[in-house]
């Protein structure tokens, strides 16, 4: 039987692993559901404004439904702190830059209020900061095949891509990628499992592969 609504400023705020600054927002509690509207926060050197409920009528299937606007966020930070990126985007952990988002979130949680992955659905749209990836074992592997060290530590202009949460997987629609020597287009999906697949078509001028590569393709040519 409780209707409770609070306007609500909080210095700081610390709820499991995460550490916010500077929260204003309007909470609201009726009929077994927390709502929130425009609470906004410093977060992760950057700000996140989220909306939504956490609906508890059924406590063995507890859900949420959210609306967020991230802005600046640092991507390692987000890694070592979001669940969510780790399942969903591991590269993030050999990433370097900032990132911005707007996004709906639904899902049911389990009994340790961690999202069901498979129950998930929403999308939204991503964009970036200048990227720095390095270290990453397929970039590394593509880079030897093709005697192009410049994979092994890309530095790609901004990124700005769409998603969309369906059957466990998030889905990515193509978006461009553009590095000083080439650019391109990639597409594809993660799984909540960590499994990928993506397509990634890439133009390299020939003058940018070293001479032991250019050998392979004009042999490939002539045959």
């Given at each position: 039987?409780?209707?409770?609504?609070?306007?609500?400023?909080?210095?700081?705020?610390?709820?499991?692993?995460y550490e916010?600054?500077?929260?204003?927002g309007?909470?609201?509690?009726?009929?077994?559901r927390?709502t929130?509207?425009?609470?906004?926060?410093?977060?992760?050197d950057?700000?996140?404004?989220?909306?939504?409920?956490?609906?508890?009528?059924?406590?063995?299937?507890?859900?949420?439904?959210f609306?967020?606007?991230?802005?600046?966020?640092?991507?390692?930070?987000?890694?070592?702190?979001?669940?969510?990126?780790?399942?969903?985007?591991?590269i993030?952990?050999?990433?370097?830059?900032?990132?911005?988002?707007?996004?709906?979130?639904k899902?049911i949680?389990?009994?340790?209020?961690?999202?069901i992955?498979?129950?998930m659905?929403g999308?939204?749209?991503?964009?970036?900061?200048?990227?720095?990836?390095?270290?990453?074992?397929?970039?590394?592997?593509?880079?030897?095949?093709?005697?192009?060290?410049?994979?092994?530590?890309?530095?790609?202009?901004?990124?700005?891509?769409?998603?969309?949460?369906?059957?466990?997987?998030?889905?990515?629609?193509?978006?461009?990628?553009?590095?000083?020597?080439?650019?391109?287009?990639?597409a594809?999906?993660?799984?909540?499992?960590?499994?990928?697949?993506?397509?990634?078509?890439?133009?390299?001028?020939?003058?940018?592969?070293?001479?032991?590569?250019?050998?392979?393709l004009?042999?490939?040519?002539?045959?």
């Amino acid at each position: 039987n409780i209707d409770f609504q609070l306007n609500s400023t909080f210095d700081k705020l610390i709820y499991d692993q995460y550490e916010m600054e500077n929260v204003n927002g309007k909470l609201g509690i009726k009929d077994k559901r927390l709502t929130i509207k425009n609470l906004s926060m410093n977060i992760l050197d950057g700000e996140m404004v989220v909306s939504g409920e956490y609906n508890a009528a059924d406590l063995d299937r507890p859900e949420f439904d959210f609306d967020l606007n991230i802005s600046n966020i640092d991507i390692q930070k987000a890694y070592n702190t979001f669940g969510i990126m780790e399942k969903y985007a591991p590269i993030a952990n050999k990433t370097q830059g900032k990132f911005s988002s707007q996004l709906n979130m639904k899902s049911i949680l389990d009994q340790s209020m961690m999202p069901i992955y498979e129950s998930m659905t929403g999308g939204g749209k991503l964009e970036t900061t200048a990227l720095g990836i390095q270290d990453v074992n397929t970039l590394d592997k593509i880079a030897d095949a093709l005697k192009y060290e410049p994979l092994k530590n890309l530095v790609i202009d901004k990124v700005s891509l769409k998603f969309e949460f369906v059957d466990g997987k998030i889905l990515v629609e193509p978006f461009d990628i553009k590095q000083k020597n080439f650019n391109g287009k990639m597409a594809g999906w993660t799984a909540f499992d960590q499994s990928i697949n993506y397509t990634m078509n890439l133009n390299i001028p020939r003058a940018s592969f070293g001479k032991e590569a250019n050998n392979v393709l004009n042999n490939l040519v002539s045959q």
